[in-house]
């Protein structure tokens, strides 16, 4: 097992020389990046599972200088290699993982599935909320069905690009939201399968569907289903007005939970020989539905991000960096969990997740992780 002394070695050798005033030269920073102790993952080190320690040593020197990430973890082949917290996080910090919680929502309508509360993701969207059917004024509506919804093809708008969605989504009068009623009160702007569009509330509409088919809260059945077969614990999942845990966002986990859910994603839905999902729905999942996915304008794809080719799966992104294709979740602020398949790697960090900075204000902060990330998962070789 890798000492704490070897990991800072590593990076000093990588070094060379710090850069001094004037250097354009990128200053490197010895980092510690040692799995910390706990019993909850097995730990290695980068190269004994055959990872470059330089090319982690990089990624950790560079982290160093991102204000808002609280932590970066990598584990290869199964084990954990690399993990530190930066600014004011922590190994059981609990922050909010913001959109990253639309992966976790898409795995519980997976679950949903599998103990038979849901028989299709063909059903109809408003199946499970006949007292709006007599407020339904544009017939297109009730031909939603769940798949449309986990697409984000729903017909729904973007909620960030075509306003004034955003802000009667997020800025209402109290908190939390009322947000069912918004299936009625916001139109379709697209017909139903026609087009992507990214959306909140389609995301939460899922989670409500999965609550009122197993008349169960969702993060109970999360715990029973989902974390507790991980050995993971879901901290909280807020909940909007009516008491309905928030499908688009607010989930609360620890960044070691976060890369057990995407180990488990990276295995076809086993997490240490246990099921958890289905492997079709993990395949189904991380299938592209929608290609090219043009988010320029929105956030910092242009200005700031190095993820490109973006495409979308049910309630899971995927892209590429260099000769790396990648599936991933991922949260307002840098809350990322990235799946490298063809590496049998995962990568997981948290950040702050930014609520003073909801909109494009805080997108210069979440650009500085992605280019960060993107970086690293570019510099790896191809298998």
Not at 106 to 133: C, R, T
Not at 167 to 180: E, M, Y
Not at 340 to 347: G, W
């Amino acid at each position: 097992m890798r000492t704490r002394t070897t990991a800072v070695l590593a990076l000093f050798a990588l070094a060379g020389c710090m850069a001094c005033n004037g250097c354009s030269r990128m200053r490197f920073v010895a980092v510690d990046y040692a799995p910390l102790p706990g019993g909850d993952w097995e730990v290695s080190t980068p190269a004994e599972q055959g990872l470059d320690s330089t090319l982690v040593a990089n990624l950790y020197s560079e982290a160093t200088r991102l204000p808002t990430l609280y932590g970066l973890l990598v584990i290869e082949n199964g084990y954990l290699v690399a993990e530190k917290y930066f600014n004011a996080g922590a190994i059981d910090q609990l922050s909010g993982r913001q959109s990253a919680t639309k992966s976790f929502t898409s795995a519980m309508v997976g679950i949903a599935l599998d103990q038979g509360y849901l028989s299709s993701v063909d059903q109809k969207m408003m199946d499970f909320f006949p007292e709006y059917a007599k407020s339904i004024t544009d017939p297109r509506k009730n031909d939603i069905t769940i798949r449309q919804l986990l697409q984000m093809r729903g017909g729904y708008p973007w909620g960030e690009k075509e306003p004034p969605y955003f802000d009667r989504f997020f800025f209402q009068d109290t908190w939390p939201p009322t947000l069912v009623p918004l299936l009625v009160d916001f139109p379709l702007t697209a017909d139903p399968g026609t087009k992507y569009k990214y959306s909140n509330l389609m995301s939460h509409l899922l989670a409500v569907i999965v609550t009122r088919a197993s008349s169960t809260d969702l993060d109970s059945l999360a715990q029973k289903h989902l974390f507790a077969p991980m050995n993971a614990e879901l901290g909280q999942w807020s909940r909007d007005a009516e008491g309905y845990c928030m499908g688009w966002g607010e989930i609360y986990l620890t960044a070691r939970d976060m890369a057990k859910f995407g180990s488990m994603y990276l295995n076809d839905g086993e997490y240490e020989g246990t099921r958890v999902l289905p492997a079709d729905w993990v395949e189904a999942s991380l299938r592209r539905y929608s290609e090219r996915i043009n988010i320029s304008g929105w956030w910092f794809e242009s200005k700031y991000g190095d993820f490109g080719d973006i495409g979308y799966g049910y309630q899971w992104w995927s892209a590429r960096a260099g000769d790396h294709r990648f599936d991933y979740a991922s949260g307002h602020g840098g809350n990322y969990i990235i799946l490298l398949d063809e590496l049998d790697m995962v990568i997981v960090t948290t950040a702050d997740p930014l609520h003073d900075h909801p909109a494009g204000a805080g997108w210069k902060y979440e650009g500085a992780i992605n280019k960060t990330v993107a970086r690293f998962i570019a510099s790896l070789p191809k298998e």
